[in-house]
């Protein structure tokens, strides 16, 4: 499967945002910057490093998170809709359930929170 330019780029990121040693990386900059402050004498540029820096990255992140979401859940919705339409007696209505305006989802979901109540019961919860 061809993937474009953006999907390669946002994947490889992902992974990289998600590794132990990101995190590691990160807050060994974070504290390497506040070591350096007494150097800088705690000065407004010295501020302005890491304000600007986490600002930079949380924004881009932002949309990096949205585009992996987004690709997570279309996956997931697909892989539940083929459950839903290969098992029988299965409701075809909840197919395109994420369609849904917040009234019809509640309405549908009327009769599975009864059933649960029930079953919580059963099992004495």
Request: proline residues 2%.
């Amino acid at each position: 499967m061809k993937q474009n330019w953006f999907l390669k780029v946002a994947n490889g990121l992902a992974r990289f945002a998600g590794r132990a040693s990101t995190f590691i990386g990160a807050i060994t900059l974070v504290l390497l910057w506040a070591l350096l402050g007494p150097a800088f004498g705690f000065s407004d540029t010295w501020q302005l490093v890491i304000n600007t820096s986490t600002t930079i990255v949380t924004f881009l992140m932002v949309f990096l998170i949205q585009n992996t979401q987004n690709r997570d859940t279309a996956a997931m919705q697909t892989k539940l809709d083929e459950l839903i339409r290969a098992l029988e007696g299965a409701d075809d209505a909840l197919l395109d359930l994420e369609e849904a305006d917040e009234k019809l989802i509640a309405k549908i979901r009327e009769p599975y929170e009864e059933l649960a109540r029930r079953a919580r019961e059963r099992h004495g919860h």
